[in-house]
């Protein structure tokens, strides 16, 4: 797909500083994991579509061309920032049905069934994807909802050919013996694995989707696609009602809103802690004056770390969703005084402690999907939706041609238990009926002077927050463009367990040892997240975008 990009895109340059392609363009850009499906959304900008319009057919094809991760059958957040107008984000997280309770996934000794979070019937969530993007649409968009999920349809229907990537996917679930429907997920018509580079085509997907195109939210929450999710949960041990279905709604909120000197970043309120926890680290990280943190350095490295370990003791301790935590203390938590009593504690010599040195494992992954757009107008969408983990719950029913989510593991799955392997057990994201489980997915946009500067987000569990709050703070104090941002050495933290993650080979020796001097535990890991941005210039009026180079089918469509 590069290499496409690269004959598509005459303007493509190699920025100097990184392997990752950047983009140009002057009009309209999508950067997604998949350049069918940001294809999809700059056609749709071509023929006349806003940023919402082009959203949500990115969106659709996305749930095509990329289903580990794109998707009808989970959830996700959106930010949108139009140009003259105020901004406003979109949840669609999925919920617990109603039949779900804080011992779901405890046996009758209040232990932890195994893995029951991540891999049964039971870890679904009531999807949100459909609802999301059709209250965008009814509010923001422009274009005739069917118009806009055309793309979705054709490339489902007519296929298109199968990158190695996914390619690669087909042989790994076809041996998993995780589902029936997963492992004949990728045959062809004629029942055969679909090859590298064939056509392929999902009939079942294409009908959902042309149900959807016709009758809105109702396709998907109501009639045959309803009865026929309801049927798959009766026949194996689910919980999803019809009542579940047509109960759920995605909710416009208000945003996260916080300053970085001169910038103004948007992003998601609870149910996810994107936006709160990077809120918070970057007030601690405008105290820091720049000259005493090079980049890359043990000083910068030692501060990340002590903002992070802070920004995810809170976020661990108050967040969880709204609607089930009325007095979450947002505003405090965001506030520049409590940054400031903050900053003032941190050593700047020595690391703190996170109550534990136990070793544990980062959740990380690209098992999410972030994708970025601008249109001609200069309003920005900035979407991350998911099926929590790779391929989700891996359960399906062949009839509707979509994977469903396991996000039900993103609940804290035992009330009360926090431990030093980075399990959190805190009231505000225990189970209950129609809740929302906090996410960390975190969508952003970026101004300053009320001009459009960046859309970013990426994958990544926990390590999102972490892997964004980097990409932005490149961009904004250390003057990186969109792909140097992006491809820049990243670390992660997230308070328990107490160690820091680094990308292999991206901090040097000298610094690794004096940050241990320091006190911290380093432990090398692979590339931390799966960004995908876009960055205006207003000087020359120029968009550019890049997708993360570990991204083998994404890419960045401009016109
Ligand atoms: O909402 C969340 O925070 C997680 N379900 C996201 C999962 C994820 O990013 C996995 N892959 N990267």
Same mark, same amino acid.
């Given at each position: 797909?590069?290499?496409?990009?690269?004959?598509?895109?005459?303007?493509?340059?190699?920025?100097?500083?990184?392997?990752?392609?950047?983009?140009?363009?002057?009009?309209?850009?999508?950067?997604?994991?998949?350049?069918?499906?940001?294809?999809?959304?700059?056609?749709?900008?071509?023929?006349?579509?806003?940023?919402?319009?082009?959203?949500?057919?990115?969106?659709?094809?996305?749930?095509?061309?990329?289903?580990?991760?794109?998707?009808?059958?989970?959830?996700?957040?959106?930010?949108?920032?139009?140009?003259?107008?105020?901004?406003?984000?979109?949840?669609?997280?999925?919920?617990?049905?109603?039949?779900?309770?804080?011992?779901?996934?405890?046996?009758?000794?209040?232990?932890?069934?195994?893995?029951?979070?991540?891999?049964?019937?039971?870890?679904?969530?009531?999807?949100?994807?459909?609802?999301?993007?059709?209250?965008?649409?009814?509010?923001?968009?422009?274009?005739?909802?069917?118009?806009?999920?055309?793309?979705?349809?054709?490339?489902?229907?007519?296929?298109?050919?199968?990158?190695?990537?996914?390619?690669?996917?087909?042989?790994?679930?076809?041996?998993?013996?995780?589902?029936?429907?997963?492992?004949?997920?990728?045959?062809?018509?004629?029942?055969?694995?679909?090859?590298?580079?064939?056509?392929?085509?999902?009939?079942?997907?294409?009908?959902?989707?042309?149900?959807?195109?016709?009758?809105?939210?109702?396709?998907?929450?109501?009639?045959?696609?309803?009865?026929?999710?309801?049927?798959?949960?009766?026949?194996?041990?689910?919980?999803?009602?019809?009542?579940?279905?047509?109960?759920?709604?995605?909710?416009?909120?208000?945003?996260?809103?916080?300053?970085?000197?001169?910038?103004?970043?948007?992003?998601?309120?609870?149910?996810?802690?994107?936006?709160?926890?990077?809120?918070?680290?970057?007030?601690?990280?405008?105290?820091?004056?720049?000259?005493?943190?090079?980049?890359?350095?043990?000083?910068?490295?030692?501060?990340?770390?002590?903002?992070?370990?802070?920004?995810?003791?809170?976020?661990?301790?108050?967040?969880?969703?709204?609607?089930?935590?009325?007095?979450?203390?947002?505003?405090?938590?965001?506030?520049?005084?409590?940054?400031?009593?903050?900053?003032?504690?941190?050593?700047?010599?020595?690391?703190?402690?996170?109550?534990?040195?136990?070793?544990?494992?980062?959740?990380?992954?690209?098992?999410?999907?972030?994708?970025?757009?601008?249109?001609?107008?200069?309003?920005?969408?900035?979407?991350?939706?998911?099926?929590?983990?790779?391929?989700?719950?891996?359960?399906?029913?062949?009839?509707?041609?979509?994977?469903?989510?396991?996000?039900?593991?993103?609940?804290?799955?035992?009330?009360?238990?926090?431990?030093?392997?980075?399990?959190?057990?805190?009231? !505000?994201? @225990? &189970?209950?009926?129609? =809740? %929302? $489980?906090?996410?960390? #997915?975190? /969508? *952003?946009?970026?101004?300053?002077?009320?001009?459009?500067?960046?859309?970013?987000?990426?994958?990544?569990?926990?390590?999102?927050?972490?892997?964004?709050?980097?990409?932005?703070?490149?961009?904004?104090?250390?003057?990186?463009?969109?792909?140097?941002?992006?491809?820049?050495?990243?670390?992660?933290?997230?308070?328990?367990?107490?160690?820091?993650?680094?990308?292999?080979?991206?901090?040097? !020796?000298? @610094? &690794?040892?004096?940050? =241990? %001097? $320091?006190?911290?535990? #380093?432990? /090398? *890991?692979?590339?931390?997240?799966?960004?995908?941005?876009?960055?205006?210039?207003?000087?020359?009026?120029?968009?550019?975008?890049?997708?993360?180079?570990?991204?083998?089918?994404?890419?960045?469509?401009?016109?």
């Amino acid at each position: 797909m590069k290499m496409i990009r690269y004959f598509l895109f005459p303007f493509l340059i190699f920025s100097s500083a990184t392997i990752c392609a950047q983009t140009y363009a002057r009009q309209g850009m999508v950067v997604s994991d998949n350049t069918l499906a940001s294809k999809a959304g700059v056609d749709i900008m071509k023929a006349g579509g806003n940023a919402i319009d082009a959203s949500i057919a990115t969106a659709f094809a996305l749930a095509v061309t990329h289903p580990a991760a794109g998707n009808i059958g989970g959830g996700g957040f959106m930010v949108y920032v139009p140009k003259n107008d105020t901004a406003t984000t979109i949840d669609f997280r999925e919920k617990a049905p109603l039949a779900a309770s804080s011992t779901l996934f405890l046996d009758k000794d209040g232990k932890l069934l195994a893995n029951k979070n991540h891999e049964s019937t039971l870890a679904i969530g009531v999807p949100g994807t459909v609802a999301g993007l059709y209250l965008a649409h009814q509010k923001y968009g422009s274009m005739p909802w069917r118009r806009v999920l055309q793309p979705a349809i054709d490339l489902a229907r007519e296929g298109f050919p199968l990158t190695w990537a996914l390619f690669k996917d087909s042989e790994r679930l076809r041996q998993s013996a995780a589902s029936d429907f997963i492992a004949s997920y990728f045959l062809n018509s004629s029942g055969k694995p679909t090859q590298f580079e064939e056509l392929w085509k999902q009939p079942a997907l294409a009908q959902t989707l042309e149900i959807i195109a016709q009758q809105g939210k109702d396709g998907f929450y109501k009639g045959v696609v309803a009865e026929k999710i309801v049927e798959f949960m009766q026949e194996n041990q689910g919980i999803i009602t019809k009542e579940d279905l047509i109960k759920y709604e995605a909710v416009e909120r208000l945003p996260i809103v916080t300053t970085f000197k001169d910038y103004t970043i948007y992003s998601m309120p609870p149910p996810s802690s994107g936006g709160v926890t990077m809120a918070a680290m970057l007030n601690l990280f405008e105290l820091v004056d720049v000259n005493d943190v090079p980049f890359n350095s043990a000083a910068y490295v030692h501060m990340l770390i002590e903002s992070m370990r802070r920004g995810f003791a809170d976020r661990a301790e108050f967040l969880g969703d709204p609607d089930f935590n009325p007095d979450m203390p947002v505003a405090r938590l965001i506030s520049k005084e409590r940054a400031a009593q903050r900053f003032a504690a941190i050593d700047i010599k020595k690391a703190s402690v996170s109550d534990s040195s136990a070793y544990g494992h980062p959740y990380d992954g690209k098992n999410t999907t972030h994708f970025s757009v601008v249109d001609p107008s200069g309003n920005a969408v900035s979407i991350t939706y998911t099926l929590e983990q790779s391929y989700g719950s891996k359960l399906g029913s062949k009839e509707l041609g979509f994977i469903f989510n396991n996000e039900m593991g993103d609940f804290n799955p035992v009330p009360g238990m926090t431990n030093s392997t980075g399990m959190i057990g805190s009231d !505000p994201n @225990t &189970i209950a009926p129609e =809740k %929302r $489980m906090l996410s960390s #997915m975190n /969508p *952003v946009v970026i101004t300053k002077d009320d001009t459009l500067h960046m859309v970013m987000g990426s994958p990544g569990g926990r390590t999102i927050i972490n892997t964004v709050f980097q990409t932005v703070l490149n961009s904004m104090l250390y003057d990186m463009d969109v792909a140097e941002s992006i491809e820049a050495p990243k670390i992660h933290h997230q308070w328990l367990p107490d160690v820091t993650y680094y990308e292999k080979n991206k901090l040097s !020796p000298d @610094t &690794i040892e004096k940050l =241990k %001097r $320091m006190g911290h535990k #380093m432990r /090398p *890991v692979g590339q931390l997240g799966r960004l995908m941005g876009i960055q205006y210039n207003p000087q020359n009026n120029i968009l550019s975008g890049a997708a993360d180079s570990s991204s083998p089918d994404g890419g960045a469509v401009g016109f």
